[in-house]
């Protein structure tokens, strides 16, 4: 939805624009002939019982609201009457309700800032917009391209308007009362299924956004934000309004419908005007819920993979992006209404804008149409919207020189300018003028600016930020606790059970391989032949027979030294004293094990150990931490603590434990060799796995110890959080460090 066709426009906004040729200080307000713009329009709506009238300036999109008294003032300024006369004016018409003189004058100021007036001997204020020609340039061509931006690119669409219309006669009944009944109550009913499964949501969304699926995600996101319009189209139809244009914006080169129903805020109702802003994430919001249930109901693999996608981006998109308050989509326009602040974000830039004058040049005017919690609350938000808008902006620069290479390079460069350049360039040109008249209040801004650039660079780039080293954990028993089989065979007897207390040389169970035992059986008859032929050959005294039967007696005696060693091993014994720890052991009864098989662990509870998988930029600080505690956090914030023992020095793309990968719920993302996918044998698909399983990245192994107090807390498999010590880089190297790992893991990700 698209109330305000202009966009990114705030760095303008915030440096401000001096666009006055005399300095505000000196001027004698109250003898100030002033005059409304020519194209502004006011009409008056009702709002709470009380006179409200709404200002637009058709041209910009833009909405202000004022009271009877300032509506009354403002239609005295007609260009020959000063602000003095005018003011005498209104109170001659309202008495004691007309505002006084000081009012008049901040009621003038704001006009004058927000462009809907102008001084007599001045000319009209000049209105840039895009599609449109400007009063003071004839030329569309030469306006459009005055407002290009590489990262957004507004193409309206012919015939578009006419075609909503349309649909929204066929598809009004949507947002009559007793479908969006219904469609809450599914969409809360969807939310609670969901919640119920989870983990196995997440455990499936890792896929979706693997590299061969970003095309199937850009063609739902599409249809989806198309339907999205619609349903704005179609809701702003239904409540009286009409939608003026509709066509496709260009984000980052990717398009994305959007619908202009700025006539709304003709509606006297504001309960309808937030009506249309939710309309498009009510639609998503049941669309994603539809999706739920067929994910959840749904066998078919191919329809539960397209509802996943359906979900993921109808949820994702409207929580970061139509409900961001921050930016001008859907929830910034509720808050606006629920705020009853018509043009928030002008207002919170000209709010952050007097600030910035205030402290920078000395400006000590003040000028707000809002009183009590409005003022403040308009304050805040214009310095939270230029906070998330410089991210965003840093954000999409940063993306498209890694998405695009040095096409995007050159993107970043040309959108920074737009950015950050051309208003930089209006600022200095505003100060060079101001230094005709005001030559302190550029110093003083001059040196201002200066160190708060200095000081926010030095914070950027040079600053130390302290911060630990935070690194997946996952506690599990000392390896050598491990019973591996021996060799391989049917598991055909078991001695213990789990829990109980074995001591070093018991027997915990009994593998039968009738093949090894027969061949076992056949070397010793062949022992026995040859050793009889041995016999005869020294009796006959046949030297080179004699030799040759002494090999081949060695040969069958170091064959059958093997297979009996391995026929030993089928008596599985505890190699220490311990517990028995198995997980499902009955379970593997009668089954196949194969050679270096865990069948079971054999420790004590304080034999356990804690398994760290460190990052390669940070296995510099945590090698510093060797012999030093260690605080664990646990997913419940509960805390324990470890000492680091030893640290590997080689990295290694193997997954030391299943449950840290990301197939298994673990934060480690891993690729799965395509030779496990074939593997048809279900005894051996979990170690198949495991070995199959590599890391995108290769990552060093870490050991800590733990007390025995909290060996004996602390559950094997359980997954923590190993934070070490502190770490001291600024945020541009941190944000530097991020970018090369997430380019490094997109570059193992496609090959």
Known sequence: ??????????????????????????????????????????????????????????????????????????????????????????????????????????????????????????PPPRREHLGHASPADNSQTKSILARWNPFWIKMPVPGAAGLLQYLSRVLGFLFSTPVLIVGMLIIVAALVGLTSRWSEFIAGASSIFDPSNWAWLLFTAIGLKLIHEVGHAIACHRAGGSVREAGVVWVLMTPLAYVDVSSCWRLPLRWSRIGV?????????????????????????????WCHHVILTAGLSTILFNANVLMRFDGY???????????????????????????????????SSHTGWRRPAVFVYGWSAVAWRVLVCVSLAIAASTMLGGAGIVLSILGLWM????????????????????????????????????????????????????????????????????????????????GDKVEAGDLLATIENRELKQRVAELEIAQK??????????????????????????????????????????????????VVIADDLPSKLNTYVHEGDVLMVVAAESDKEVLAVIDQSQVDDVRKQIGQPVR?????????????????????????????????????????????????????????????????????????KLPREEAQRLPSGLRLEARFGWHQASIAKRVRLWFQNALAQASQETR
């Not at 207002?347 to 000395?362: I, Y």
């Open 333 to 367: 326009f509720m808050l606006s209404d629920v705020m009853d602040v018509p043009n928030l974000a002008t207002e919170a830039n000209q709010s952050v804008r007097q600030f910035l004058r205030r402290w920078f040049l000395g400006d000590a005017s003040w000028n």
């Open 277 to 305: 802003a939710a309309a498009g994430m009510f639609i998503e919001g049941l669309i994603a819920s539809l999706a739920i249930g067929g994910w959840m109901l749904s066998d078919d693999e191919m329809f539960r993979w």
């Open 529 to 578: 032949q040859n050793d009889i032929r041995l016999r005869k050959a020294i009796e006959s005294r046949e030297e080179s027979e004699r030799l040759n039967l002494l090999d081949n007696r060695q040969a069958i005696t170091d064959k059958l030294a093997t297979l009996r060693t391995q026929s030993d091993q089928l008596n599985v014994v505890a190699n220490r004293a311990g």
């Open 632 to 704: 664990l956090v646990a997913p419940g914030r509960q805390t324990f603590w470890a000492t680091l023992d030893q640290l590997q020095p080689r990295a290694s793309d193997r997954v030391p434990n299943a449950s840290l990968a990301a197939t298994h719920g673990g934060p480690l993302a891993v690729r799965v060799d395509d030779a496990s996918e074939d593997s048809s044998n279900d005894d051996r698909l979990g170690e198949d796995m495991i070995d199959s399983m590599r890391l995108l990245q290769p990552h060093f192994r870490g050991v800590l």
């Open 419 to 498: 950015w950050w350049g051309k208003p930089l360039v209006q600022f200095l040109k505003s100060m060079r003028t101001l230094w005709d008249t005001e030559p302190i209040q550029v110093c003083r801004g001059t040196v201002l600016g200066t160190t708060a650039v200095g000081v926010f660079g030095w914070m950027l780039f040079s600053m130390p930020i302290p911060s630990s080293v935070r690194v997946p954990v996952v506690v599990q028993y000392d390896p050598d606790s491990a019973i591996r089989v021996g060799a391989e065979g049917f598991l055909i007897e078991l001695n213990v059970n789990e």
């Open 1 to 122: 939805m698209d109330r305000f066709p202009s966009s990114l426009e705030f760095v303008a906004s915030l440096v401000g624009r001096v666009t006055m040729q005399r300095d505000p200080g000196t001027i004698d307000w109250q003898q100030q002939p002033i005059r409304i713009a020519a194209d502004v329009k006011v009409w008056p709506v009702r709002e709470t019982g009380e006179p409200i009238y709404r200002i637009e300036i058709p041209a910009t999109h833009q909405f202000f609201r004022v009271g009877l008294s300032e509506y009354t003032f403002l239609s005295a300024l007609d260009g020959h009457r000063t602000i003095a006369q005018a003011c005498g004016l209104v109170t001659a018409k309202m008495g004691r309700a007309a505002p006084s003189s000081s009012q008049c004058e901040s009621i003038a100021r704001w006009l004058i800032d927000h462009r809907l007036a102008h001084f007599a001997d001045a």
